[in-house]
């Protein structure tokens, strides 16, 4: 799995790089069906905007691509919540294509039984 860090706006420093990897990285342990994770950092330069700091994170699986974004005042707090993120949504999809197989309650409705009676 490979985790590939750009900027917009910012320039990327090996200490952002390696916390974005660190956190972002983690989320791999959840999941083993995740080929890459593309995380797009940006900073907003507008003066009158609040959460200037943008994380935004594409994370590609085999059957599936899972999106988020998240902004905050600093870099580093954006990350780790775009990190919280990420971890709930992969586990949400991981859950919901290993449940696939799973009957409803709906689809599984039981056939009423009959007595069956002989007649002697």
């Known amino acids: 799995m490979h985790i590939y860090v ?3 706006n910012i320039e990327i420093t090996d200490a952002i790089k390696a916390y974005v990897k660190e956190k972002i990285g983690k989320v791999a342990t959840h999941y083993d069906q995740i080929q890459g994770i ?8 507008n003066p009158a ?12 699986m085999n059957t599936g691509v899972v ?16 990190a919280d993120k990420l971890s709930r949504q992969v586990q949400k999809f991981k859950d919901k294509s290993l449940g696939s197989d799973k009957t409803s309650i709906r689809t599984d409705a039981k056939e009423p039984e009959v007595a069956a009676e002989t007649e002697e």
């Open 6 to 8: 750009n900027g917009r």
């Open 38 to 45: 593309d995380v797009v950092l940006s900073v907003i330069k």
């Open 49 to 60: 905007a609040s959460g200037k700091h943008v994380a935004e994170v594409s994370c590609k």
């Open 67 to 82: 999106r988020c974004e998240e902004a905050a005042d600093s870099m580093y707090e954006s990350i780790d919540l775009l």
